[in-house]
């Protein structure tokens, strides 16, 4: 079992930055590559960012390429996203999740541990 808590969520203005947090817990968190979802109202929920294992690979929505990035810490079991240039498309809840599976996955069946989400509200 892998337990993962969000965290950096909130309200911030068009064209501003927020960082998220994911602290994970339980199973050794370098096994596990992590990836970024988020689920806007009405909407499903889409794939944002992926990073490998090692942290050395990183994969990005079109939608958020050049202005997120994910980051991770296996010494602090803890993954990250920073967000810049938001713009009000970007409000959504963001979930962190840990996926056992190698490769490029962008499909949230492949992850098999879950956050409870952030919420990010972008404004104008």
């Known amino acids: 079992q892998v337990q993962l808590v969000e965290s950096g969520g909130g309200l911030v203005q068009s064209g501003g930055s927020l960082r998220l947090s994911c602290a994970a817990s339980?199973?050794?968190?370098?096994?596990?590559?992590m990836g970024w979802f988020r689920q806007a109202p009405g909407k499903e929920r889409e794939f944002v960012a992926r990073i490998n294992r090692s942290g050395g690979r990183t994969y990005y929505a079109d939608s958020v390429k050049g202005r997120f990035t994910i980051s991770r810490d296996n010494a602090k079991n803890t993954v990250y996203l920073t967000m810049d240039s938001l713009k009000l498309e970007d409000t959504a809840v963001y979930y962190c999740a840990a996926s056992a599976k190698y490769g490029t996955t962008y499909n949230e069946n492949d992850y098999d541990y879950w956050g409870q989400g952030t919420q990010v509200t972008v404004s104008s």
């Open positions: 339980g199973r050794t968190f370098s096994g596990y590559a």
